[in-house]
């Protein structure tokens, strides 16, 4: 990696937003002023095990500022893919508490959970307290606007490189009941304020720094298969800086779990990540991983699928392929003349480097590489891309599907992706 992309990732989040994000190395006393500007007490939602030193330095930060804890406790945060019995929890921790800001003290689970939480206390009572009401693009907003309420303002301290939640309109919601995932999809419910300490990563397991990783390239990569004229340049820096980030220094935090420089490196490319997806959305390997929150995380997952529905979108993503494939290139993972390839077998041989990635790291690159991985899941995955909640990840694919194609051309992938036999993937 070139100093350039950490310094360009630096400039495009300044950039992106302002003093409303604190980011960095040794930033998260930042946190106590920041709760003073929004009034006297604050709830903190924060693991309060392996997390504990992270929330007690919080903790810590909010009485040096003359902050009080909102009901005199840290509430317990969310378990992972923010099980939707967690956001009524902590729901009930804000109706109770009536705090002046909620700090969300954790990874993309707990702060996807304050967001709905936060959500269900400020309109629940007025529109309906029921979580699935707010799933989709803009039901928040709508409800904010019907009944004249606010959210509490969320300061989201994020403490784990992956989802970049602590910066975007996303709150992914899970149903343990079915295993299947829904998305609240809403400006209103991006947090006012964000800090994001890169030290405080050293605390997570290799597997979530890998799930991180994975997950910056997803976020940057669908988008950029996406990106249209009028942002293609601005998705295609963000996304070569961020898979430039990854791939300089994954291998290295495997090996050295302790190492602040690729911590850094790690944690900027998810923030880029969260800023891709603020500009354009993603799509097919985001959908299919609804469906497999019982078997495996979710930037794993993403992981998984992207080098499979690349193939599929091989006719629309020609000039993406070329950017992205000449940085796995560079770094190793791709051997083949790139220049010399068109079409579908320039498609398999980015799809190739972005699996000997996977690899490189740890990661599983297939889906029957997974431990509880079945048929079920293929046909979980099949139902819930024809849920119309859902269907702005089939129309987000470079090359779009309908509810009628997926029986056709997205079977054909999740088959390629359970085996890793890419020959099965139709073309549209």
């Not at 791709?334 to 041989?349: F, P």
Request: hydrophobic letters at 45%.
């Amino acid at each position: 990696m070139s100093k350039n992309s950490k310094d360009t990732a630096y400039a495009l989040l300044r950039e992106w937003k302002g003093d409303s994000y604190v980011f960095g190395l040794d930033v998260l006393d930042k946190v106590g002023p920041l709760a003073a500007s929004f009034g006297k007490t604050a709830l903190v939602v924060s693991n309060t095990t392996y997390l504990k030193p992270v929330a007690d330095q919080v903790v810590k930060a909010l009485k040096d500022a003359n902050v009080s804890l909102a009901g005199g406790v840290i509430a317990p945060d969310a378990k992972p893919n923010a099980p939707r019995e967690d956001v009524y929890r902590l729901e009930s921790y804000i109706l109770h508490f009536k705090p002046d800001c909620i700090i969300a003290v954790g990874g993309g689970s707990t702060i996807d959970a304050v967001k709905a939480a936060n959500a269900l206390a400020s309109v629940g009572g007025s529109i309906t307290p029921e979580i699935d009401h707010y799933f989709g693009t803009g039901v928040v907003t709508k409800a904010l606007e019907d009944s004249g309420k606010k959210l509490i303002p969320v300061i989201a301290v994020e403490t784990s490189a992956s989802s970049g939640a602590h910066l975007t309109k996303y709150a992914n919601i899970t149903d343990p009941m079915v295993g299947q995932k829904k998305l609240i999809v809403d400006p209103a419910v991006v947090p006012p304020v964000a800090v994001f300490d890169y030290a405080t990563t050293v605390s997570m397991p290799v597997s979530v720094t890998i799930d991180g990783a994975l997950d910056a390239i997803a976020h940057t990569f669908e988008v950029f298969c996406g990106a249209k004229d009028d942002n293609f340049d601005r998705i295609k820096d963000i996304t070569v800086a961020a898979i430039d980030l990854v791939a300089s220094h994954a291998k290295t935090l495997v090996k050295d779990p302790k190492n602040l420089e690729a911590r850094e490196a790690i944690g900027l490319a998810t923030d880029l990540g969260g800023y891709a997806i603020m500009i354009g959305g993603t799509s097919g390997a985001h959908l299919t991983s609804f469906s497999l929150v019982d078997v495996v995380s979710h930037g794993t997952a993403c992981g998984i699928m992207n080098p499979y529905y690349a193939i599929y979108y091989s006719k629309g993503i020609q000039k993406q392929l070329r950017v992205v494939g000449e940085i796995f290139a560079r770094h190793g993972y791709i051997s083949a003349d790139l220049d010399a390839l068109r079409g579908r077998d320039l498609a398999v041989a980015v799809s190739q480097g972005m699996i000997e990635f996977g690899k490189a790291i740890g990661a599983p690159t297939k889906l029957n590489d997974l431990k509880g991985f079945s048929e079920k899941h293929i046909e979980r995955a099949l139902s819930a891309a024809k849920d119309p909640q859902l269907a702005m990840k089939l129309q987000n694919m470079p090359v779009p599907m309908q509810t009628s194609d997926v029986d056709i051309y997205m079977e054909p992938i999740l088959r390629a992706a359970a085996t890793g036999d890419l020959s099965l993937i139709k073309e549209k």
